[in-house]
């Protein structure tokens, strides 16, 4: 029988929870358990696929094709666990699943309402993924804070799951936010009590809480939040600010919380094994060596639009014990002001993201074609593939007009076009090319050196791609176009053999990022760049292959 874990925030949202839930599955892992974490998205949304990552951050794609919460991505990478679509359960999902039962008449003419025919979809979905998984532990992240009207349901959903699973069974976790006033230095806990009350009169009662702070709280901000909450003061923890958040579960395994759990949840213990995780961290925070990347996007005023691609250069530098320094440009800026180009001739490598539309389109274009031109290490993902290919079109093989359709549909040389199995989807919810694909690598090239891999299978978000009518112009220009889709139809990698280091992917490489085994193409670029500075050789990629 699974165990259940279930978290839920308060005071205001962003106070960590993903964090906390991932480390308290990493906590469990390093114990022998075999964990999985769900979130649990309160928006009506049936998915986050179509949000502005202004909105919500990042979209994370799982390997099933799910377009889910960013959440998703710290569970993976802290856990190093491929989740699905079913790991991620909104609000959008579950009312659309009741009304396509009530259409059906599952409900043989009830009144359907949230209790208990909502209720009973979202129990039966934590569930499902319970049986899927085989875990001794699901993780469950609430989203949103207490008291949010939106995420009722759910809370009365978990605290059902208490009644019907047990105490032993079940385990309340709830983080709240330990304001810190800057006049005095005083600790304030009466916002956590107050979240604490309502989670109380929803129906539930925390049986640890973690109190978010910057900095560790002292003895009488412990006894307080002990006293009101009703536990006792070895249930209360701390998650502090710290240089890093994968250092996160250790800090609170030292403050015994891991051990906590495995009893209150009488699960068979072992010694904890955190060699492997302490090492990752200590590369990271002691780092050897610095570079400088510029991240040239059309999200760069919210960091969370990239974390999977932050988290991704973090694990590359670890690799080198190299602190790899983002800077985030509004490719809009080369458009207005395209004297400015030079600046990047100050960093280490030019790194062109994921986006759509045509908003910094040109901008990014620019930038690519200052790194072929420069030759400065260059990595482009997915739209950066795509604006690759058109830069070298216009700019090496001489096709003025070349372009993207979703930039301009009437190009003349449409040398980016939509995928034929798009054109007639009118939905934008899922209906992109999504998930894992099978990728053949050509021998001989970059990215086999990379990827040690004749087959490698990545994830995929996108509408567009390369149009084969004008891919022979570019091979023979000398764009190499070294993986290709399982049927050799559609291109994957490009690479440029006489620059130091040009790659790029129609696939996201950070999604299958982990902290001790990092995405090739992320670890290449992170060591071309440092090679280069290092060094200052940058004559070719034969240069750089020894």
């Known amino acids: 029988m699974a165990k259940y874990v279930f978290v839920t925030g308060g005071v205001l949202s962003s106070v960590g929870k993903g964090i906390i839930t991932s480390s308290v599955g990493k906590m469990l892992q390093t114990r022998g358990a075999k964990v999985t974490a769900i979130k649990i998205d309160p928006y009506v949304n049936v998915d986050a696929g179509t949000m502005n990552p202004y909105m919500h951050g990042e979209v994370y794609v799982t390997d099933d094709g799910g377009e889910t919460d960013l959440d998703l991505g710290w569970y993976e990478r802290f856990l190093d666990l491929s989740l699905t679509i079913d790991n991620n359960v909104t609000t959008g999902m579950v009312f659309q699943a009741v009304i396509e039962k009530e259409r059906r008449g599952d409900y043989l003419g009830r009144c359907v309402q949230i209790v208990p025919h909502v209720t009973d979809e979202i129990k039966q979905r934590i569930r499902k993924v319970a049986k899927k998984s085989g875990a001794d532990v699901v993780l469950t992240e609430c989203g949103g804070t207490v008291g949010d009207i939106e995420g009722l349901p759910f809370l009365e959903a978990i605290r059902q799951m208490r009644l019907e699973e047990g105490y032993e069974n079940t385990l309340y976790i709830h983080i709240a936010l ?47 939040i002990a006293l009101f909450g009703t536990i006792p003061e070895n249930a209360v923890f701390c998650s502090y ?41 200590d590369a990271v925070l002691n780092p050897h060596h610095e570079i400088r990347i510029v991240l040239v996007g059309k999200y760069a005023g919210l960091v969370d639009s990239y974390v999977s691609m932050n988290e991704a250069f973090r694990h590359a530098g670890a690799k080198f014990q190299t602190k790899v320094d983002v800077d985030f440009v509004e490719a809009e800026k080369y458009e207005k002001s395209p004297e400015k180009l030079a600046e990047l001739g100050n960093f280490d490598g030019i790194f062109v993201p994921y986006g759509f539309g045509p908003r910094g389109a040109e ?34 093989c001489g096709l003025e007009d070349a372009n993207s359709t979703e930039i301009s549909s009437s190009t003349s040389v449409p040398v980016i076009d939509l995928m034929p199995e798009q054109q007639d989807v009118e939905q934008k919810g899922a209906t992109m090319r999504l998930g894992a694909h099978k990728i053949l690598v050509a021998k001989d090239t970059l990215a086999y050196s990379l990827y040690q891999s004749a087959e490698i299978f990545e994830r995929h978000r996108h509408r567009f791609e390369v149009n084969p ?8 220009k000398g764009l190499v176009f070294s993986g290709r889709s399982a049927d050799g139809k559609r291109m994957e990698i490009l690479e440029l053999p006489e620059n130091f280091f040009f790659l790029a992917s129609q696939f996201h490489g950070e999604f299958k990022s982990r902290p001790t085994k990092p995405d090739p193409e992320y670890f290449g670029f992170v060591r071309a760049c440092l090679k280069r500075k290092t060094s200052g050789n940058h004559k070719g990629r034969r240069t750089e292959r020894k």
């Open 178 to 224: 330990v304001p810190i006033l800057d006049v005095t230095g005083e600790m304030k806990t009466k916002p956590l009590q107050h979240s604490v009350n309502e989670l109380r009169r929803i129906g539930i009662q925390p049986d640890t809480i973690v109190a978010r702070s910057r900095k560790m709280i002292d003895a009488e901000a412990r006894r307080k």
């Open 241 to 281: 600010n710290v240089p890093s958040v994968y250092k996160v579960p250790l800090v609170l395994d030292d403050q015994g919380m891991g051990e906590f759990i495995r009893k209150r949840l009488k699960l068979a213990g072992q010694n904890p094994k955190w060699d492997s995780w302490k090492s990752f961290v």
């Open 469 to 476: 009518v004008h891919r022979p112009i570019m091979e023979k």
């Open 363 to 396: 901008g990014k274009i620019s930038a690519i074609q200052y790194a072929r031109e420069n030759d400065l290490p260059f990595l482009g993902i997915c739209y950066g593939f795509q604006l690759a290919v058109v830069e070298f079109a216009r700019n090496v």
